[in-house]
């Protein structure tokens, strides 16, 4: 028996950022963009989301800078010329068809193999020069790495405004660099960077405290957060939810405005002993609006993130029973949204027999 999904095309707004329902597409890197600068065919792929009514597009991860912040192939950036234009191009496509975007600002750190980019003698970025923890590859970054790296973020932010974006998003989960000063297992320095919670959050929380200052209290920040890592899914970086207040306060000090909070299936609960999913906790535990995302629509039981295997549709009654409790404000859809553009629109319509099976060949194929 389907529930009524209205809650999920309900309005929602929140400063600058209003939207006109509560559809999220997740930021899914996608690689189809030779040269780093994306062509009229990515133009398209977000123009069919916005005009198929997603509330708010999510980017794929985009780079900083184009030296340490990818290592995947054909994956944009906000850097050089030709991709803040092509980004302008998308900007423009999204906003004439009634939609709302953000760019997810991505630097892989130390998932990026220096031996498969462009730059083999650069070594990656990451708090400790880990990517497994206690198996150093790099040397910690320095002061001026640190420096520089939070100055390249500041700087992908303020071109994200000035390509006519409505939000940016700082990707802090999933292992990468911002992550890799969250959690302890990748973060043993000792100097102002590392040791306990302030220590751990100084990093993004001077990325997030610049931009703010830089682009002005309007512009609205979003900062991805995940308590499980890609060396291990079980991972907590927050055991508690006292922990996880040391890990959220002192970003909601830094400006803050939305948390993403990715969880590989948005029914489970984060913490023993109630029933809130990881954005319910940081909804509760900062006030602020939350973003929750995770197997929305799938049917299959995922044991990789992203291995797409074959799922029929499933029942959206868990997640719009959790939405009308008001557990977290909006909910992003990665793989549905994916397989099918249309996806969101054909919700809205209750036309749920027309929802396509997830087939692998979505993962590359920008329909
Ligand atoms: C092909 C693919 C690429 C992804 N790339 C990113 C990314 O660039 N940034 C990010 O934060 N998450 C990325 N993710 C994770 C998604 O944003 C999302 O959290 C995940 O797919 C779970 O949502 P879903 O079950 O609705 O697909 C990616 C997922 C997929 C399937």
């Given amino acids: 028996?389907?529930?009524?999904?209205?809650?999920?095309?309900?309005?929602?707004?929140?400063?600058?950022?209003?939207?006109?329902n509560r559809i999220v597409m997740a930021p899914m890197t996608r690689s189809f963009s030779p040269g780093h600068a994306p062509g009229e065919n990515v133009v398209a792929y977000y123009r069919r989301r916005a005009e198929n009514d997603v509330g708010l597009i999510l980017s794929e991860g985009v780079?900083?800078?184009?030296?340490?912040?990818?290592?995947?192939?054909?994956?944009?950036?906000?850097?050089?010329?030709?991709?803040?234009?092509?980004?302008k191009r998308v900007a423009a496509a999204v906003k004439a068809a009634g939609g709302r975007m953000g760019l997810q600002i991505w630097h892989e750190g130390p998932y990026r193999n220096p031996q498969k980019t462009e730059h083999p003698d650069i070594p990656s970025w990451s708090a400790s020069g880990v990517k497994?923890?206690?198996?150093?590859?790099?040397?910690?970054?320095?002061?001026?790495?640190?420096?520089?790296?939070?100055?390249e973020f500041v700087a992908a932010a303020a071109a994200t405004r000035d390509a006519g974006f409505d939000?940016?998003?700082?990707?802090?989960a999933h292992s990468y660099i911002i992550d890799s000063f969250f959690w302890d297992q990748t973060n043993t320095r000792s100097d102002t960077w590392g040791g306990d919670w302030t220590g751990r959050t100084r990093f993004a929380c001077e990325i997030v405290r610049r931009t703010r200052k830089l682009l002005g209290p309007d512009f609205p920040i979003?900062?991805?957060?995940?308590?499980?890592?890609?060396?291990?899914?079980?991972?907590?970086?927050?055991?508690?939810?006292?922990?996880?207040?040391?890990?959220?306060?002192?970003?909601v000090e830094a400006g803050v405005d939305i948390?993403?909070?990715?969880?590989?299936?948005?029914?489970?609960?984060?913490?023993?002993?109630?029933?809130l999913n990881f954005a319910g906790w940081a909804r509760k535990i900062t006030g602020k609006p939350a973003i929750s995302v995770g197997s929305v629509g799938l049917s299959g039981e995922f044991t990789k993130l992203y291995s797409g295997e074959v799922s029929k549709p499933a029942s959206l009654d868990a997640l719009i029973e959790r939405m009308e409790r008001g557990e977290f404000d909006l909910i992003a859809v990665g793989r549905e949204l994916l397989n099918d553009p249309e996806w969101a629109l054909k919700v809205k319509e209750g036309r749920m027999s027309d929802l396509k099976d997830f087939s692998k060949e979505a993962l590359t194929t920008l329909y």
Avoid: Y
Avoid at 1 to 20: C, Q
Avoid at 75 to 84: G, H, L, Q, R, S
Avoid at 259 to 271: C, I
């Fill in 132 to 151: 497994v923890p206690g198996k150093p590859l790099w040397q910690p970054m320095s002061e001026a790495e640190i420096e520089t790296a939070i100055s």
């Fill in 167 to 172: 939000c940016v998003e700082f990707h802090g």
């Fill in 222 to 251: 979003l900062i991805r957060l995940s308590q499980w890592k890609q060396q291990d899914f079980a991972a907590k970086a927050a055991a508690t939810p006292q922990e996880l207040e040391k890990w959220l306060t002192p970003l």
């Fill in 259 to 275: 948390f993403h909070l990715s969880q590989r299936r948005f029914w489970e609960p984060e913490f023993p002993g109630s029933d």
């Fill in 1 to 20: 028996m389907s529930r009524p999904a209205d809650i999920l095309f309900k309005p929602f707004s929140h400063g600058a950022l209003k939207l006109k």
């Fill in 63 to 87: 780079s900083p800078n184009t030296t340490t912040a990818t290592g995947t192939p054909d994956v944009p950036n906000i850097v050089t010329p030709e991709a803040k234009a092509g980004w």
